[in-house]
């Protein structure tokens, strides 16, 4: 009886002995990656024929560690067998023969195809584990599109590639999944994660959200109006829309709902307002590193052309706040955290933020930049003693910036193929010209089109993702309607951004609805009503001088921020029906139609547009004094 009570604890403590010392192994893989990163950042030695294999084999084996099978022992016994696997291919890789012709006379050896193939299925399972099925199967898609393509209609059909070739492109040209997507993911994006990583486990993120309280709280709707300002600063540096919402939405949809705001309101707002966070300067989560990269652009100038349609989208998300507030006749919060000593307590977190900002702008190496903040970081908080970072807060910031890279690199290695799949085949072209054919010439029905499939790529696909495969196909469209090309990748970044806030999947939105307590759908609902400035700020990015691009001046930057401005007001007293009291149907109508008058790209149009708001507006000020 004791013998099998005692082989009975062994079995049940062999698995818990097994699962510690896999935590123990990413520990310290997790926190090597991150080293290994800075080091690569700081000195640049070896190419990227070399780092990116390297950083990829990395990310495979720690997904696989961290997103378990199960915690079964024998799944766990697989997981380390598939770790292993990726590493004998990833070696395998950084071994090949660049430098010889034999590959490209013959082809690739047995043993090399078969690793390359093997590290295909291996990036897609780890894929699976960190972003989903649906980017697994979009890149296995595009693969048997580039192998089976020959027997497709004429209209989409390709030459077919063989397996071989396809793998010898894939994986040992430097292109597909080691192209400029995941170089990008990491370079810069994993040094930008990791700064977010060191300033949220240094407090900076509890900060934020406590300066916004204490600055906003106080006002109609304050913890709405709170969680907008929190949302955009903690935003731009999580680089994930979903993570912000559960992150300050755990304080501040209670606090809405406290407040008087319906459940489903208080999630619409968080999820619209940390979405809204992806495209906030200076970091603008991934997608604005692989603008730069993929438009030539320096990125310091797709900081300063991205400002006024941020702070455009935010008085959009801030007016439908205050409308919503003054609807509900809610009040301000009855106790806030004292402004002054919030300030004194955490003002040293703005030192980081200040110097990256100043860095980029003045146009140094990112990937350095992001190294350089994570630093400073560091080195603020030792300027206050209850801030003053240990060395078990450090390794706490490395290991979670390792984490939070994981699937991002992974979805950047997938989307990687994809897009070497377009080049390979030139569907890229294909699509185009179908784009402009379905369109008629018209750039408000390619719009349509490209922010509809930008929805359906973001159900299933991270921003970034959706960003980077719609990016390569529907920029050249956009261009031949006459767009610049920066203008082009600007509406696409923020076209990919809508999936988080609209229905059928809306996953900020959903995240948001469980932390309220709300229906999804309807939070989703709401969601969409209070991010219209994602659908609005585009069309006038196409439409009008709202990018301070070259060739457009100061005094038409003005005018297209006062006619886009205008376009919010109509659209969110007209969907709210309330302005200072209740808006009349016919006060509605008039500037539903002020709105139509307004886009539409004639300037005597815009000038009726305007004066028909004004007077709107003008006429129900009065009505509410005479009333």
């Not at 296995?140 to 192998?147: C, H, Q």
């Not at 292109?175 to 994993?190: K, N, R």
């Not at 205050?322 to 919030?342: D, F, I, V």
Request: charged residues 10%.
């Amino acid at each position: 009886m004791t013998r099998s009570s005692d082989q009975t604890e062994q079995a049940q403590g062999s698995p818990l002995l097994l699962e510690e010392a896999l935590l123990k192994l990413v520990f310290v893989a997790a926190i090597a990656l991150s080293c290994f990163q800075l080091w690569q950042s700081l000195t640049g030695s070896l190419g990227a024929t070399f780092f990116r294999p390297i950083h990829l084999t990395w990310i495979i084996v720690l997904t696989f560690l961290h997103y378990p099978l199960s915690r079964e022992r024998s799944a766990r016994v697989i997981d380390l067998l598939l770790a292993g696997l990726a590493l004998y291919c990833g070696y395998a890789i950084l071994s090949f023969d660049y430098r010889g012709i034999d590959h490209i006379l013959n082809g690739l050896s047995i043993h090399d195809f078969t690793c390359g193939l093997l590290f295909i299925v291996l990036l897609f399972e780890a894929t699976r584990r960190s972003v989903g099925w649906v980017m697994v199967a979009l890149g296995a898609l595009f693969l048997l599109y580039n192998a089976y393509g020959n027997v497709l209609p004429d209209v989409i059909a390709n030459r077919g590639f063989t397996f071989e070739r396809i793998v010898r492109f894939q994986v040992f040209s430097g292109a597909g999944l080691f192209g400029a997507p995941l170089g990008i993911a990491a370079g810069t994006v994993f040094m930008f994660v990791l700064f977010g990583a060191f300033l949220e486990v240094t407090g900076a993120g509890r900060f934020f959200i406590d300066l916004a309280f204490a600055g906003a709280g106080r006002y109609r709707g304050g913890p709405a109006k709170a969680s907008v300002f929190a949302s955009a600063a903690m935003g731009s540096i999580s680089g994930s829309a979903i993570a912000n919402t559960v992150t300050t939405g755990s304080l501040t949809i209670p606090m809405m709902k406290k407040l008087g705001y319906r459940p489903e309101q208080a999630a619409g707002i968080e999820a619209a307002a940390s979405t809204g966070g992806q495209i906030m300067p200076p970091i603008m989560g991934a997608g604005a590193f692989i603008m730069a990269e993929f438009t030539s652009t320096p990125y310091n100038a797709i900081v300063v052309l991205s400002i006024a349609p941020a702070l455009l989208y935010f008085v959009c998300t801030l007016l439908f706040v205050h409308l919503m507030a003054a609807k509900l006749g809610l009040r301000g919060m009855s106790e806030t955290p004292p402004l002054g000593p919030t300030l004194r307590n955490g003002f040293h977190f703005f030192y980081p933020l200040a110097i990256v900002t100043l860095l980029l702008l003045l146009n140094y190496s990112p990937m350095r930049v992001g190294a350089v903040g994570a630093a400073i970081v560091v080195l603020t908080g030792a300027l206050r003693a209850g801030t003053r970072v240990r060395v078990k807060t450090i390794f706490d910031g490395l290991k979670r910036g390792a984490i939070m890279a994981l699937p991002i690199s992974a979805a950047c290695a997938t989307a990687g193929i994809v897009v070497g799949v377009i080049g390979q085949t030139g569907i890229g072209l294909q699509f185009t010209e179908s784009v402009v054919e379905l369109a008629g010439g018209a750039l408000w029905l390619a719009l349509v089109l490209i922010a509809g499939a930008a929805l359906i790529l973001g159900m299933g696909l991270p921003v970034t993702a959706a960003y980077i495969v719609l990016s390569v196909m529907a920029a050249p469209a956009l261009r031949d309607l006459g767009l610049p090309l920066v203008v082009a990748h600007v509406i696409i970044f923020w076209f990919s951004q809508t999936s988080n806030v609209t229905p059928p999947i809306a996953l900020a939105a959903f995240a948001g609805a469980g932390i309220a307590e709300a229906r999804p759908m309807a939070s989703a609902m709401e969601a969409l009503k209070l991010s219209a400035g994602f659908f609005i700020i585009p069309v006038m990015m196409a439409y009008s001088s709202l990018l301070l691009i070259d060739g457009v001046s100061l005094p038409a930057l003005a005018w297209s921020i006062a006619i886009t401005l205008a376009i919010i007001i109509a659209v969110a007293v007209s969907t709210e029906g309330y302005a200072l009291r209740a808006a009349t149907s016919y006060e509605r109508w008039f500037l539903v139609l002020s709105a139509a008058l307004l886009v539409y790209p004639d300037e005597r149009s815009r000038i009726l547009g305007l004066a028909a708001v004004t007077a709107t507006l003008s006429a129900h000020l009065l009505r509410v004094r005479r009333s």
